[in-house]
């Protein structure tokens, strides 16, 4: 029995510490680096990462390097050598497309070639975890990694011991709550093991759970779900797959709490913003470092069995989704189309996820 911190709970606080801008150590028993968030990097933390005196780096996804024109040579990511006349800025400039129009002529940037970009590798990932921007600024760490996140009281993540599963998620509570679209309605609250949001389960009538359930998986959407954007179709999708669900008298529609199809908020509005500079759904994705869809799906597999569904009939237009259930052992036994709040302002929108990601019209 211990009261110390599982490797879970480890990752969480990382994840805490980096948005907070506070870097954190990673090792794999052999090598270690320090990592910070080029995003909340502070002018204390940047002199310090300085006044290392090891040979900094930015580690930024391939998706961003294909723009900056710097070449990926880890595959997936990019070290970009920190030049000795880098400022804050210069390290903004590179993590954050938000300028890239202004000031196209960054570069050109020089990045490594040797050594193993594993632990960049984690810090990416424990980035994207925190829903800030996927550019970490790394330094070697010469000497016992312990003994050097024990000096600056840092979190040290043995990335070795890191596995990719889907964490586990609890049901906290359960209610009623009566809906325009169907009186007989509970929501049902799980909460993951890793510290990240809560996912909502809105359980209309009483599914049969042994046969398929009329389902959703919405992907939480705050300007469209809330405010009626219209640049998407998200909030009259959310409404419509109630009502549908109301008028057959039973369903469950999963809320998830992956915001920009898993990029956050913050990173939804830089989206935007770039959409506002003409670049697609898709190329504004992929310009701020990301993938053009990061969520994970196994989340709403795993509320779905623990709830005792097996099989859906699942609401969507992206068949994509459907793979991703099938593949997570849920039988989609029909798709059922939600074609709903088209408007001038979301065509293009939807023109775009129709061409490059597969969804159907
Ligand atoms: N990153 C990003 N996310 C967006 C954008 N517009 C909407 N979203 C998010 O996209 C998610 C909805 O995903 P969609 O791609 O519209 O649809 P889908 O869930 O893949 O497919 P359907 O089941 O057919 O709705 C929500 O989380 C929205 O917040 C955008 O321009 N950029
Ligand atoms: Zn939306």
Redesign the pocket.
Known sequence: MSLAPGMTEQLSRARADLRLGVPVVLHDGTHAIVAAAAETLGKVRWRAMQELGAPLTLAVTARRAATLKARAYDGDLARIAVPASADLRWIAQVADPADDLNAPMKGPFQTLREGDATLHRAAIALLKGARLLPAALTAPVVGNAAEFAGRHDLISIPVDQIDDSAALLEKVVSARVPLAAAAGTRLHVFRPEDGSEEHYAIEIGQPDRAAPVLA?????????DLLGSL????GP?LRGALARMGAEGAGVLLYLN??????GLV??MR??SL?DQGFD?VE??HRLG?E??E?DFRIGTAILKSMGFGAVRL????P??VAMMEAQGITVTERVP?KIGENPHNAD?LAT?AAK?G?LL
Do not use: P, V, W
Not at 217 to 224: D, K, Q, R
Not at 258 to 263: A, C, F, L, N, S
Not at 315 to 318: D, E, F, G, K
């Open positions: 959703r998986l919405h992907s939480a959407c705050f300007t469209g640049k998407c179709d998200c999708q992956q915001e920009g199809r898993g990029i990173n939804k989206a935007y959409q759904t504004a994705n990301f053009d869809d969520r609401m969507t237009n992206n994509a989704k939600l929108y996820k990601s969804h």
